[in-house]
């Protein structure tokens, strides 16, 4: 693929599981609010088994950058799945519950919507590369922030271990959404644009609902901040060809934002 080979060569000479030992956890007590969003998180990342089915649906697992790329970031992140999860087994918390109760339904409307809605696409692989990045960057500042707010080291380290790895995944993904952008018409673009627009959600929103996920997030955007890093998510997307001025999260924050303090 040009112009791609420097990209995909990065993130094999990078690629691999992270190390973590489950018997350290044992030690480790972690307040009920940090347990919770970790639980959030193991979600997050046993969903990625879903996109990668929903990828190979679309034709994805046929494109040479990311049919290496895909099998790998699926085992990468099952496996901060089970770190997670290994040290969560030793926490005592009330598993956060989706609000309104309907996103359970929706969530699985979410999850076949895209596929069918841009499965045809010459675009697809374009907003599915555009989706990850978009997701990667978050991930990256969520886990930085939580290893921030960890006083355990061994927890500490996990999520700054997990932190390096999304950063490498949002890298990849970036660079591979580029270099469609730029091979992309004017008229693929502007489709593209206004597709993402319709379905783009930030990360936890479609598994949480936008009710619980304010509650478990909106305190964390008072910080000035942490809101700065995450709306820089808009500055990462005005870089990619077609998308410039996309706005998805700061409109995201406007609207939720309004409709928690209204
Ligand atoms: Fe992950
Ligand atoms: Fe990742």
Redesign the pocket.
């Known amino acids: 693929m040009d112009g791609g080979v420097d990209y995909l060569d990065r993130f094999r000479c990078q690629q691999g599981l992270i190390s973590w030992n489950a018997a350290e956890f044992g030690r480790c007590r972690l307040n009920t609010g940090f347990a919770r969003i970790l639980h959030v998180a193991a979600l997050l990342?046993e969903d990625t088994a879903i996109t990668v089915r929903q990828g190979d649906s679309l034709g994805l697992d046929r494109v040479p950058d990311l049919a290496v790329f895909l099998p790998q970031w699926d085992v990468e992140?099952a496996e901060?799945g089970r770190a997670l999860r290994a040290l969560l087994a030793y926490q005592e918390y009330e598993p956060p519950q989706p609000s309104p109760p309907s996103v359970s339904r929706r969530r699985r409307l979410v999850a076949r919507v895209p596929a069918q809605a841009v499965g045809r696409l010459p675009q697809a692989p374009f907003l599915f590369c555009v989706l990850g990045a978009a997701a990667e960057y978050v991930?990256t500042i969520l886990y930085a922030e939580l290893a921030k707010r960890s006083d355990a080291p061994q927890v500490t380290q996990l999520l700054r271990s997990?932190a390096r790895?999304?950063a490498r995944h949002f890298a990849f993904f970036l660079a591979a959404a580029r270099v469609r952008g730029h091979r992309m018409s004017a008229v693929n673009g502007r489709l593209s644009r206004s597709v993402l627009r319709a379905i783009w959600e930030p990360i936890g929103v479609p598994t949480l609902g936008t009710t619980t996920w304010h509650t478990m997030f909106g305190g964390w955007l008072e910080d000035e901040h942490f809101r700065h890093r995450i709306v820089m998510m808009d500055r990462i997307v005005d870089s990619i060809p077609h998308l410039e001025g996309a706005r998805l999260m700061a409109a995201f924050l406007d609207s939720t934002c309004t409709v928690a303090r209204g």
Request: hydrophobic share 30%.
């Open positions: 990342e992140e901060h991930a997990i790895q999304e």
